[in-house]
C-alpha cells in the first residue's frame, strides 16, 4: 500500500484530486497533527479552481463513527434478522472468499460469477474500475454489473450508433451556444458548470432542457420545460424546424451523414446493390447523384462512390429496377426523416411535450443561426422506456446542425498514450456472447460496452434465466438501492449462494453478503490517473495521488484488495505478483513518464498536445467546391478514399454519420429515430391516469451524490430529510404544503417524503429524490428503509417488467403516480 507523504511540520498541505465523482476536481488537502481537515480546490491545475459542497466534506468521510473498519464474515442465514457479524483477518476472508469463487467456477463455469460495480460518474470505483474489469476477465466471467443503463449508455454507446464515437468533449471555450439537455451539472458535475457560467460570461448563449428552472436552466437564454419522457419528440420538433426552413448544414448532411442513401419506399429499407444486381453485394448501397441523374453505388469499405464528382441528392422519389425487373420507390433517407419529423412541427407536438410551439421555433432559430454550437446530455434522458430512441433524435438533430468536431462543437480533444490494463484480452470472445441479458438485448449494454443489469442478476440467481448466477462480487455497489425493485434484489441477494461487499459503510446490499471488507476513501488511498476527462487541457494531464492520511482500522484500498485476491485465485501473474505500483508503472509506459516522475511531481504532468479538427476529413486529397444543392443548400461532392488508402469518415459501418441506423435495421429496430409515448404516462395509460394523474419524475440533487454521504453532519445539516418537488397549483389541488410530509403514491407502491413546493417545477410533476437509507447519528437524524411505505426509495415505485427494448433502461423518470398529505 502506498503511504502518505512524510512531513515533520504539524500542518502540511497535499496536492490530489477528488474521486467522489467523475469531475475529478483537482484538490489540495490540509492535514493537521495527522489528520486530513479540509479539502479546497487546487486552482494551480488544469482540472483546478472548483470544488463543491461535497468534496469539502470529504474529510468527514474518513472519520465517520459508522465506517467499516474491520472485515467481517455472516455467520447466521441471510433470512435472520441478526446476521452475527464475527470479525476476522484479511488473510483468512481473502483466502476464503477466494477458495468460494474458485469452487463455483469449478462447479458451475466462470459465467455464474457476477461482480458489481459503483458507477464511475459517482462513486470513488472510478479510481479501481480497469483493475475490477482485469479481474473478472482473468476469472473468465462476462457478467459485469453495473447500472449503465439507467446512467450514461444513452449519451455514449447510444450516440455512438449515429456518430460511431461516445459524445466528445463540449469545446465550450470556442462555442457561441451550448445545449444542455436533461443534465444539471450545478448539482452533480461543477466542473462543467463552471466552465458553462464563464462561457456565458464571454457571451455564450445556453439552451437548456429540463422540467425544472435549476442551475444552468435558471439563467439560459432558452429554457425548454417537457413533460418527462417527451424528449424524443421534442426532439424531432427541432429537427422538423431545421429541415423546414432549411437551416441545417447541408455540405454536412450530404457529404458526411447517410441521409443520401435510398430507401425503398415500401419497406423501409436501405437500398443495396444486391437489390439491384443478382451479383450485387448487400453491404453497398445506392445513392441518386444530380450530375449523372442516375443510381450511383457507394462502397463504405472504400468510402468511395462509383462515379466521377458525384453529387448525392438528399430530396427526391425516384424509381429503381430491381433485379427481378421490378420496380422499386424510393426516397433519400434525408427526405424520410423530414417526413417523421414533420408529423411532430411544433404546433403539432407541443400538446405532446408541452413546450410551446413559438419556444421550440425560436430554440430552433438559435441553433442554426449562433454557430458553433456544442452540446451535452445525460440520464435525464436515460431513465425512460424510449430513452435509446430518444438519445438517436437527439444525436440526429446534432448531426444536421453540423458541428461535430468541429471548433467549437463536440471534439475529439487528443489524448496521451497508455497502455490499457482492463483485462478485456482475457476474456474469449465466446464467453463475451453468454453475457447475462445480451440474448434480449443484442445491441445494448450487454453487447456494447459489455454490462448486464442488476435486474438480469436478479433473474439468474432468482430463476436461472438463462443460468444460474451463484456469486456476486460488490465492489462499492449499493445494488439494492440504485436499480429499481429493491424488494426483487434484497430477496436475489439472500437466495445467492455466495457474495461478497467491499464498501465504506455497511450499506442496505452489504448486510446481504456472506463477507463484507471495509474499503478506504479516496483520502487513504494512492492511485493515478492518466487524464482528466471534462476539460480539454485535462485530457493530457497525468497524476498520482497519493494517500493523504493512512487508512484508519484495517482498512484497504480496493486496489489492494483486488491484487490481492487475483494472487489467491492464481492469477498473480496479470498483477504483476500483487505489486500495485508495478501496474501502474506499465499502465504508464507509453506515454514515456515514468511513475517515479509522477510521484514527484504532486500536482502530476501535462504533456500538451494540438487539437485537430474534422478529423473524419483528414489527409483529403483535394477539398472538393461547393455545389448548388436542394432547397436553398450546398453540399460537397468527393469520395472519402485518401491518397494512401486509407478511408475517411466515421466509425460506423457506412463509414458515414447514421441518420438511418443500420445495426438497427439489421436487428429489427426502427432505423430512423421514432417518438414512442412512455409506456407509463398520461397518454399511453388514461386507464391509470384516472387514478394516478400525475407524473413521476426524481432527479439527483447538490447535496449527496446517489446513495452515499446522508452520514456526513456537514452535509446532512443542509438537506435533512428526503422531499420531493411538487409545483404549488398541484400542490393546492392535492391538499399537499411546503415541508410537511406527503405519501407519494404509483401503481407499484408508495413512499414517504417532505413536500418542496416550488414554481420552479412544472405542473402536475413529482420530482423525487434517490438514495435515502443512511443515518447521520451526530445529528440524530434517522436512516430509511429501502423497502417499505415508510421509507423514501423511489427504486420501490417502479417495477422491471418495462424497459427501453434496446438498452433495458426502466422508467425512473417517466411514471404515474399521485400525492397525498401524510396526515
Not at 364 to 385: C, D, E, F, I, K
Not at 775 to 804: H, R, S
Amino acid at each position: 500500500m502506498s503511504k502518505p507523504a512524510k512531513n515533520t511540520h504539524a500542518v502540511k498541505e497535499v496536492r490530489g484530486y477528488c474521486a467522489l465523482c467523475t469531475a475529478h476536481c483537482a484538490t489540495i488537502a490540509t492535514v493537521e497533527n495527522g489528520k486530513v481537515t479540509r479539502l479546497d480546490p487546487d486552482d494551480d491545475h488544469p482540472n483546478g479552481g472548483v470544488m463543491c459542497i461535497k468534496g469539502k466534506a470529504a474529510p468527514e468521510l474518513v472519520y465517520n463513527p459508522d465506517r467499516l473498519n474491520y472485515p467481517v464474515k455472516r455467520t447466521h442465514p441471510k433470512g435472520d434478522v441478526d446476521p452475527g457479524w464475527q470479525r476476522v483477518s484479511w488473510n483468512e476472508a481473502l483466502d476464503e472468499i477466494a477458495r468460494r469463487i474458485l469452487e463455483i467456477r469449478s462447479r458451475y463455469g466462470a459465467k455464474a460469477i457476477a461482480l458489481a460495480k459503483g458507477t464511475r460518474s459517482g462513486t470513488s470505483v472510478d479510481d479501481v474500475e480497469r483493475w475490477l474489469g482485469r479481474l473478472l476477465y482473468s476469472i473468465g466471467s462476462p457478467n459485469w454489473v453495473s447500472t449503465t443503463h439507467v446512467c450514461n449508455w444513452h449519451k455514449d454507446t447510444a450516440f455512438s450508433y449515429t456518430f460511431g464515437s461516445n459524445i466528445p468533449t463540449p469545446d465550450l471555450e470556442n462555442s457561441k451556444t451550448f445545449l444542455l439537455w436533461g443534465h444539471n451539472p450545478s448539482s452533480t458535475s461543477l466542473i462543467l458548470a463552471h466552465d458553462i457560467v464563464q462561457a456565458r460570461s464571454r457571451g455564450m448563449k445556453t439552451i437548456v432542457i429540463d422540467p425544472r428552472r435549476i442551475g444552468i436552466g435558471a439563467q439560459a437564454d432558452m429554457l425548454l420545460q417537457p413533460r418527462p419522457g417527451t424528449d424524443g419528440a421534442l426532439a424531432l420538433a427541432l429537427i422538423h424546424c431545421l429541415m423546414e426552413e432549411s437551416w441545417y448544414d447541408a455540405a454536412f448532411a450530404r457529404q458526411w451523414t447517410n441521409g443520401t442513401f435510398l430507401l425503398n419506399t415500401a419497406t423501409n429499407r436501405a437500398v443495396t446493390e444486391a437489390d439491384l444486381s443478382s451479383n450485387g453485394a448487400s453491404n453497398r448501397y445506392i445513392v441518386w447523384d444530380e450530375t449523372s441523374n442516375q443510381p450511383v453505388i457507394y462502397s463504405p469499405a472504400t468510402g468511395n462512390y462509383e462515379g466521377n464528382r458525384v453529387a448525392p441528392s438528399l430530396f427526391g422519389t425516384r424509381s429503381l429496377k430491381g433485379k427481378n425487373g421490378a420496380e422499386i420507390s424510393c426516397k433519400p433517407v434525408f427526405e424520410r426523416l423530414a417526413e417523421i419529423a414533420a408529423g411532430f412541427a411544433p404546433e403539432r407536438s407541443q400538446k405532446i411535450h408541452w413546450v410551446p410551439a413559438e419556444k421550440v421555433w425560436q430554440t430552433a432559430l438559435l441553433l442554426a443561426h449562433n454557430r458553433p454550437v456544442s452540446m451535452y446530455m445525460w440520464n435525464g434522458l436515460g431513465q425512460h422506456t424510449n430513452a435509446t430512441q430518444t438519445s438517436r433524435a437527439i444525436a440526429s438533430l446534432y448531426a444536421l446542425i453540423g458541428d461535430f468536431d468541429r471548433q467549437g462543437g463536440n471534439v475529439h480533444f487528443p489524448k496521451l498514450k497508455v497502455n490499457d490494463v482492463s483485462g478485456k484480452e482475457f476474456l474469449p470472445k465466446e464467453a463475451s456472447a453468454l453475457r447475462v441479458g445480451r440474448e434480449r438485448k443484442p445491441l445494448g449494454p450487454p453487447a456494447k460496452p459489455g454490462n448486464c443489469a442488476a435486474y438480469d442478476i436478479f433473474n439468474a440467481i432468482l430463476e436461472e434465466r438463462p443460468y444460474p448466477i451463484k456469486a456476486l462480487l460488490n465492489f462499492g455497489s449499493n445494488t439494492v438501492m440504485s436499480n429499481a425493485d429493491s424488494e426483487r434484489g434484497r430477496e436475489a441477494m439472500k437466495a445467492v449462494e455466495f457474495s461478497v461487499a467491499a464498501d465504506l459503510f455497511m450499506t442496505p446490499t452489504a448486510e446481504l453478503c456472506d463477507y463484507v471488507l471495509p474499503a478506504t476513501s479516496f483520502l487513504e488511498m494512492s492511485n493515478i490517473t492518466t487524464a482528466f476527462e471534462h476539460r480539454p487541457r485535462g485530457k493530457t494531464h497525468l497524476q498520482y495521488r497519493s494517500a493523504v492520511v493512512e487508512p484508519l482500522g484495517e482498512r484497504r484500498s480496493d486496489t489492494w484488495i483486488i491484487f490481492e485476491l487475483a494472487k489467491r485465485l492464481g492469477f498473480g501473474e496479470q498483477f504483476w505478483g500483487g505489486d500495485v505500483e508495478a501496474g501502474y508503472a506499465y499502465e504508464l509506459q507509453p506515454s514515456g513518464i515514468t511513475l517515479e516522475q509522477l510521484k514527484n511531481a504532486p500536482g502530476g504532468i501535462s504533456l500538451p498536445l494540438e487539437p485537430t479538427y474534422e478529423k473524419h476529413a483528414k489527409k483529403s486529397p483535394f477539398h472538393p467546391p461547393l455545389t448548388k444543392g436542394e432547397r436553398g443548400g450546398f453540399s460537397a461532392t468527393t469520395n472519402h478514399e485518401n491518397t494512401d488508402g486509407a478511408v475517411r469518415g466515421f466509425a460506423t459501418p457506412s463509414k458515414k454519420v447514421e441518420l438511418y441506423c443500420l445495426p438497427f435495421s439489421a436487428n429489427g429496430i426502427a432505423p430512423l429515430p421514432e417518438y414512442v409515448e412512455p409506456a407509463i404516462s398520461p397518454v399511453s395509460r388514461p386507464d391509470l391516469a384516472t387514478e394516478f394523474p400525475l407524473v413521476l419524475t426524481n432527479a439527483k440533487f447538490t447535496t449527496f451524490v446517489h446513495s452515499q454521504q446522508r452520514a456526513l453532519p456537514t452535509l446532512r445539516k443542509s438537506s435533512p430529510q428526503p422531499s420531493a418537488d411538487i409545483h404549488p397549483e398541484t400542490a393546492r389541488l392535492y391538499g399537499v404544503k411546503n415541508k410537511e410530509w406527503m405519501i407519494v403514491e404509483s401503481p407499484r407502491g408508495a413512499i414517504t417524503v417532505r413536500a418542496h413546493v416550488t414554481p420552479n417545477i412544472v405542473p402536475g410533476i413529482v420530482c423525487c429524490q434517490h438514495g435515502w437509507w443512511q443515518a447521520c447519528k451526530e445529528l440524530e437524524l434517522p436512516g430509511y428503509t429501502p423497502y417499505g411505505p415508510t421509507g423514501a426509495n423511489p427504486a420501490t415505485l417502479i417495477g422491471t417488467d418495462l424497459a427501453d427494448p434496446v438498452s433495458g433502461s426502466l422508467p425512473h423518470r417517466s411514471y404515474l403516480c399521485r400525492v397525498k398529505a401524510a396526515g
